[in-house]
């Protein structure tokens, strides 16, 4: 059976810390990964595939992965991560069927 959720109240009092220093904290997590941006750093769109930058620099280079650069930054469309895994699991549905 679960657990109810603790109230922040009394979650912060079991940590010995102050109340309006934990909401704070859990604020400024929640927003740590803008879902709003439209194009993301080598690292940012990495992590949310599950990668190393080193290997998405590799699918950049073989175009498997739509970037950018602007001036000297690269960047990868948001949509394009969508896209790759996209191809990605009609590629493996494929391999799987035959």
């Known amino acids: 059976m679960s657990q109810p959720a603790l109230p922040i109240s009394q ?6 810390v102050p109340e309006d220093a934990l909401r704070t904290l859990m604020a ?4 740590a990964g803008d879902t ?4 993301l750093t080598v690292a ?4 949310r595939i599950g990668i ?3 290997k998405l620099y590799e699918y950049i280079s ?4 739509r970037s950018v650069k602007i001036g000297s930054l690269r960047r990868i469309p948001a949509e394009a991560v969508g896209e790759f895994l996209a191809r990605r699991f009609r590629a493996s549905d494929f391999d799987a069927a035959a």
């Open 62 to 65: 073989s175009g498997e992965i």
């Open 52 to 54: 190393g930058r080193t």
């Open 36 to 39: 709003t941006l439209v194009a």
């Open 28 to 31: 400024e997590r929640r927003t």
């Open 11 to 16: 979650i912060a009092r079991l940590l010995d």
């Open 44 to 47: 940012e769109a990495a992590r």
